[in-house]
């Protein structure tokens, strides 16, 4: 029996492992995935695995409530005790196992080369990795990291009421997720990703996209915004209406006062993506900017993580984004002349 997007699954899991991954024979790969994802993708990707010549294993799990440490309760032994002895782990988790233990463990070991594709459904993967121009999308993600790089201070404004200011810290990281082939923490590509200094940020911060913690707080595209007063790096207040109180009393509730500082904030700039509920399609809408907070990796911190028993993102649509006083993004435009020059072979205006 034939599937949709049989064959285009086919080509996409051949691009991520052979193209992206650079998976050579030999080599072990891991691909985890709970009970509530699209296992299609998942056999897929170990089969093509296989084909390469890699030592491959699929790990279908039950699945936890929450992300990173919350998840911790509900996996298997066999599993915790796997994912930092693989060349290549692949996450397809709805509920991730990204910022746990585990996954800290994994990142750090100068080994596994993980890649944080959570609830990638098989129209999604494809969309998001089999039908883009990596030619064309690394161009335009490497001139955007370099103008971020060099800028000190940056303001980030939307319709919605986000008004942010902060500093950058030029010893740390900036990730530009195209190139899967070092040992680290790598993710989905249209996105890039960094921690400001943090004590530096200030400001307001309105999320009118969509909002996901896990478990209880996976809130899915929001139907109406919630909006965090920041100061220092640190949530101070939270403002809005049941959903932006709903957010507020599940910080409270797991008592950890790391889950009020920022972690990273993000562009997003893949121009296939949609806001559908899946956070990890969603940080990557064309135009966009996403905030996460609570645990922070090392792959933003550029030293040791940040622990945090969980991590909570939002996305901002249509930014506005200013580099040392000069706009080069405006309403989800990006304007700057060779921002906008590469965003055309992108197919984005």
């Known amino acids: 029996m034939a599937y949709s997007l049989e064959m285009e699954l086919t080509k996409t899991a051949y691009k991520l492992l052979h193209d992206m991954l650079k998976v050579k024979k030999g080599e072990s790969v891991l691909v985890t995935i709970d009970s509530v994802g699209d296992l299609r993708v998942a056999k897929e990707i170990t089969k093509m695995a296989d084909a390469l010549g890699a030592k491959a294993m699929l790990a279908w799990h039950s699945t936890p409530k929450g992300y990173g440490s919350l998840t911790m309760e509900y996996l298997p032994e066999p599993l915790i005790a796997c994912a930092d002895k693989t060349d290549v782990w692949i996450e397809l988790n709805e509920q991730w196992l990204l910022y ?3 996954s800290d463990k994994a990142v750090s070991n100068g080994r596994t080369r993980q890649v944080m594709l959570g609830g990638l459904g098989a129209e999604k993967i494809t969309r998001n990795i089999g039908l883009i121009d990596i030619e064309a999308q690394k161009e335009f993600q490497d001139t955007l990291t370099e103008l971020t790089k060099n800028a000190k201070k940056m303001r980030i404004t939307n319709k919605a009421g986000t008004d942010v200011e902060f500093e950058n810290d030029p010893n740390r ?3 530009n997720e195209i190139d899967y082939s070092t040992p680290g923490a790598h993710f989905l590509i249209g ?3 960094w921690a400001p200094t943090e004590e530096t940020i200030n400001g307001r911060i309105t999320f009118d996209g969509s909002y996901s913690g896990g478990g209880d707080l ?3 595209v929001l139907s109406e915004p919630i ?8 949530i101070v207040k939270f403002e809005g209406g049941r ?9 409270k509730s797991l008592d950890d006062p790391n889950m009020y500082l920022a972690a990273h904030v993000c562009y997003g700039c893949s121009p296939n993506a949609k806001l559908e509920g899946v956070m990890t399609e969603d940080e990557r809408v064309w135009g966009a900017t996403v905030w996460g907070f609570g645990h922070q990796g090392s792959s933003c911190s550029g030293g040791e993580p940040r622990e945090a028993k969980s991590h909570v993102d939002g996305v901002c649509l249509e930014c506005s984004v200013w580099l040392d006083g000069e706009q080069i993004m405006d309403e989800g435009r990006f304007i700057h002349p060779e921002l906008k020059a590469l965003a ?3 197919g984005k205006e």
């Open 100 to 102: 746990s233990p585990m």
């Open 173 to 175: 990281p900036i990730n």
């Open 191 to 193: 996105q890039i990703a």
């Open 218 to 220: 996976d809130l899915g």
């Open 227 to 234: 909006t965090y007063i920041v100061e220092k790096g640190r």
């Open 243 to 251: 959903l932006a109180k709903l957010a507020e009393n599940y910080f």
């Open 344 to 346: 055309k072979k992108l």
